[in-house]
């Protein structure tokens, strides 16, 4: 990271660490992401050295480890800036040049049936080779697509709901750090903040998380989910993105739910066969 893209990360981590900070705030503030978190500093010059320092103390060595991207780079995902909130930026490790394959993003409930992950593996080992997977690091569906995928030489997209060099869950931390290290880690979720907040303050990056996935994927697949999962954040993202979101057909045949079939309605697609799935690169 060179010095104009760390005093870049340290006026977001500035911005985002003012009281009562979310996305849509920081979203809204930065123009809905037309600016640079330096830009709008320079326009209200509201720095607070006392805070900055602070922040500069507690990144610097951190910072080391990770990489950013913002707006003005072309490497940038377009994706991320047609979200409800976009930020213009984010944290990396690993490969960008993974963002300009073909992406599908694969999700579905933490506590996935044992059928549930056959599914997921079935699913993977069938998609065409080139495709790269986009996954949420969580445990259950997102676990299954990511390590089947690595395991069949598959290059993958881990996108986490914690900061770039956190670990959540802790037993995935091997599966993070080889993403991290041979395809690609991205976090939108600030470091500053995320280290001051309370535990259950901090749920709300998930959600968010799934919306970052929908946007940099072509197309997403749920494997199957309950009526309360956070999946159901990516199918909504997909529907306001003008993404594809495909739904296996063992989630339609699932009378507990009824999700599937609202989303029928919408335009997703009912997926009974592998060549339900035509996905084309935006």
């Not at 507690?58 to 991320?80: I, M, Q, T, W, Y």
């Not at 900061?163 to 959540?168: A, Q, V």
Request: net charge positive.
């Amino acid at each position: 990271m060179n010095t104009k893209e760390y005093k870049e990360l340290l006026a977001y981590e500035f911005l985002w660490s003012k009281e009562n900070s979310t996305l849509k705030k920081m979203s809204l503030t930065l123009n809905n992401g037309s600016l640079l978190a330096s830009e709008k500093l320079k326009e209200e010059m509201f720095f607070d050295d006392a805070e900055l320092y602070e922040i500069d103390n507690a990144l610097k060595e951190r910072s080391k480890a990770f990489s950013v991207l913002f707006k003005n780079d072309e490497r940038f995902p377009k994706g991320l800036l047609n979200v409800k909130y976009p930020l213009g930026m984010f944290y990396y490790k690993g490969n960008l040049d993974l963002l300009k394959n073909v992406c599908v993003s694969v999700v579905g409930s933490r506590h996935v049936s044992p059928k549930g992950k056959i599914r997921t593996e079935k699913l993977i080992k069938e998609l065409h080779s080139n495709t790269t997977i986009v996954s949420g690091l969580a445990k259950g569906v997102d676990t299954a697509a990511l390590t089947t995928a690595i395991s069949l030489g598959k290059k993958v997209i881990g996108v986490i709901g914690t900061p770039i060099d956190h670990y959540y869950p802790k037993e995935n931390k091997e599966l993070q750090d080889e993403i991290a290290t041979n395809h690609l880690l991205i976090s939108q979720v600030p470091l500053y903040k995320y280290d001051k907040q309370s535990f259950v303050t901090k749920k709300m990056y998930f959600p968010e998380r799934n919306v970052v996935m929908a946007a940099i994927s072509d197309a997403t697949i749920i494997v199957e989910a309950s009526e309360t999962s956070g999946t159901h954040s990516q199918a909504k993202a997909c529907f306001d993105l003008g993404k594809k979101l495909f739904i296996l057909n063992s989630c339609f045949e699932n009378h507990e739910i009824t999700w599937p079939t609202k989303y029928l309605e919408k335009g997703a697609v009912r997926v009974r066969a592998i060549t339900d799935i035509k996905i084309l690169k935006d």
